[in-house]
């Protein structure tokens, strides 16, 4: 690790001092030097700092992937904040609840992404009334916000050397972001991250995957998942990367991004690169410049590791695991690994970090032996934001955190995840907890009791299906709740599938059998 730096605004500075002139950013007719993408970043905190946000204040970014979303993010780091990024697939009451959760005095929007105004979702919802401010990073400006220039502006009133002093008090054990994830109690979840332990992690995850100054990173990962902000803008200012966001994914339009910028690192999910290397124009485009891809999350078939060499013209193409509460990193394949291991498994456990497979007694389990996988080390978060009892239930005494999910374990240590102990399933590349999904869909007038589980999708991997018990003197139709869920919650999480059933299996103790609900999805085929 480099030891210049354990804090994100130390980041920032080294970052100009090495690759000053280098291409930073890449954002439409927007292009920055690492030295002014650090004086934008400046001018944010002291923006932050004219508003009197200090040390551990929350500010929340709820934006699709543009400059102004990093600029945003890490002046608020650069101020002393804690960020917390909200996903933008969310409605007004979901975003509404994690700005309450988290007391943010400051929310950065746009009004026009895929048609959406956030602004408008809020205020619709009646949500986000403790903000003392929105920021729109672009589009109009409605009543009551304020635009990103006057925003910036209003920076000028603060002496640069009091922003240098103020990042300069931001500690490594201070908070850095508070990234939310939702658990078997459906209620979401706000994983508290350290300034160290994300430098360090993503400085490891920038040395296994070969990441090196003048590479050009492709970032279609969303900046709110911990896959587009840590290892996308973070690991980009550690290594002299310049980061080409990317806001939507469509495979026109990203392969003719990768050769009009010479993109060399492409990550993604695996249904991202399935979807290029089925796309009949695919030889069309100059993806020549090629080197470098990330993935994970998802089962992987070797023959793609195989095709998006020889197709796509990958020279490395490596595989990894984690989760938010492991600061979004556990283990890692490496760059040299042959392709059915990368295929195969999710890698070794990065250094410094311990990675086990478990009985439910606690005892490792011998390789080859499936259990549940706990990991431990500097990365694990230090815990849940206001909820000690969920804390405590995930992070054990010896500091083991129980991630919930099931894996095997060779003698080499490479991990392969099998299974879900808390039936979570996976939506092109979008956890869903199904307990979550239950919670909002209780609250429609002909649902008396419903289940949700994951069924498998050809393009999406898995998606909801959800079984519902009618409320009394209710006729419910399947279209119409599926209708209603979308327009209730985020896509990802609406169910495809409903049926009406007369009852739900369940055990001596009344929890649903899913297990049984799986059964029968799959017996209908």
């Known amino acids: 690790m480099s030891a210049s730096w354990s804090t994100i605004p130390r980041l920032v500075d080294d970052a100009a001092e090495r690759f000053g002139d280098l291409e930073a950013f890449v954002d439409g007719d927007l292009r920055w030097t690492f030295a002014e993408y650090r004086d934008q970043i400046h001018a944010a905190a002291r923006a932050l700092m004219a508003r009197g946000i200090g040390p551990g204040d929350r500010i929340a970014v709820w934006a699709p992937n543009v400059a102004e979303w990093a600029v945003a993010a890490i002046g608020a780091h650069c101020a002393g904040a804690v960020l917390v990024p909200i996903n933008t697939r969310f409605k007004g009451r979901e975003a509404g609840h994690l700005l309450d959760r988290t007391s943010a005095r400051i929310l ?30 672009r589009g109009a400006v409605p009543e009551g916000c304020t635009s990103w220039q006057e925003f910036m502006d209003a920076g000028d009133s603060i002496d640069d050397a009091d922003r240098a002093a103020r990042s300069a008090g931001v500690d490594g054990d201070d908070l850095c972001h508070l990234m939310f994830t939702s658990g078997t109690t459906g209620s979401p979840k706000g994983a508290m991250l350290r300034h160290s332990a994300i430098c360090r992690a993503f400085e490891s995850w920038s040395d296994v995957i070969g990441l090196r100054a003048g590479d050009r990173y492709l970032v279609v990962n969303p900046f709110f998942h911990a896959f587009g902000l840590n290892s ?6 550690m290594r ?15 392969m003719r991004r990768i050769g009009e910028e010479r993109i060399t690192m492409f ?9 290029i290397l089925n796309h009949p124009g695919i030889d069309g485009f ?22 998006m060499r020889d197709r796509l013209g990958f020279e490395k193409v490596v595989t990894g695991y984690g989760l938010t509460e492991s600061s979004g990193i556990a283990t ?16 070794r456990a990065i250094d410094d970090v311990e990675v086990r497979v478990v009985d439910p007694e606690g005892a ?3 390789p080859g032996q499936a259990g549940e996988v706990v990991v431990r080390g500097y990365n694990v978060m230090v815990g849940y934001l206001d909820d000690p009892d969920q804390t405590d239930e995930a992070i054990d005494p010896d500091g083991w955190l129980h991630t919930g999910d099931i894996g095997v374990m060779d003698e080499n240590g490479y991990l392969d995840i099998t299974d879900r102990v808390k039936d979570m399933f996976i939506n092109g590349g979008f956890n869903v907890y199904p307990a979550e999904v239950e919670q909002l869909m209780d609250s429609h007038p002909d649902i008396g009791q419903v289940a949700v589980i994951g069924v498998p999708d050809e393009r999406l991997g898995e998606v909801g299906m959800a079984f ?21 919650m985020a896509n990802y999480k609406a169910p495809r599938h409903i049926q009406v059933v007369d009852a739900l299996p369940m055990n001596a103790s009344g929890k649903v059998l899913k297990f049984e609900l799986r059964e029968r999805a799959a017996a209908d085929g």
């Open 232 to 237: 996308g803008i973070l690991a980009c200012l």
């Open 468 to 488: 519902v018990v009618p409320a009394a003197g209710t006729t419910p139709d399947p279209a119409d709740i599926i209708a209603w869920c979308r327009a209730e």
């Open 240 to 254: 002299g990367v310049t980061l080409v966001p990317h806001p939507v994914f469509d495979v026109p339009a990203v």
């Open 332 to 347: 890692m394949c490496r760059h040299d690994d042959d392709p059915a291991l990368i295929a195969g498994t999710s890698g």
């Open 108 to 137: 950065f929007t746009v009004t026009d992404f895929l048609d959406t105004d956030y602004v408008a979702l809020l205020r619709d919802a009646d949500q986000g009334t403790g903000l003392e401010e929105v920021v729109v990073l």
């Open 286 to 307: 100059d993806l020549s410049s090629l080197r470098l891809a990330v993935t994970g999350a998802a089962a992987i078939p070797v023959q793609m590791i195989h095709d």
């Open 364 to 366: 490792q389990c011998p």
């Open 267 to 275: 990550p993604g999910p695996p249904a991202i690169y399935q979807t």
